[in-house]
Nanobody, 124 residues
Framework: QVQLVESGGGLVQAGGSLRLSCTAS????????MGWFRQAPGKEREFVAT????????YYTASVKGRFTISRDNAKNTAYLQMNSLTPEDTDVYYC?????????????????WGQGTQVTVSS
């Protein structure tokens, strides 16, 4: 069982930056690929970024490529999402997720564990 806790959300002006963190319980964090998803009220949750278990491979949705960076520190059991050049369209609840596999995935049904979410609000 893996428990995930996100932090780092908040209110930021357009053009600003935030770094989200996702800290996992347990001693097998390095075996899990990680992902970040986001969801606006009344909309389906959408994929944002994913990273393989050793951090070698990453993949981003087109709308955040070049602005967001996913990374991980397996020694700290933590994954990160660095978000730069934020726009109001990035306003969402952001969720981290872990999958019981080393390889990246962009579909939420491939993820086994989810955090509770952290709100990101970007003002114009």
């Amino acid at each position: 069982q893996v428990q995930l806790v996100e932090s780092g959300g908040g209110l930021v002006q357009a053009g600003g930056s935030l770094r989200l963190s996702c800290t996992a319980s347990g001693r097998t964090f390095s075996r899990y690929a990680m992902g970040w998803f986001r969801q606006a009220p009344g909309k389906e949750r959408e994929f944002v970024a994913t990273i393989s278990s050793r951090g070698i491979y990453t993949y981003y949705t087109a709308s955040v490529k070049g602005r967001f960076t996913i990374s991980r520190d397996n020694a700290k059991n933590t994954a990160y999402l660095q978000m730069n050049s934020l726009t109001p369209e990035d306003t969402d609840v952001y969720y981290c997720a872990a999958r019981s596999d080393s390889s990246i995935a962009t579909t939420e049904r491939y993820y086994d564990y989810w955090g509770q979410g952290t709100q990101v609000t970007v003002s114009s």
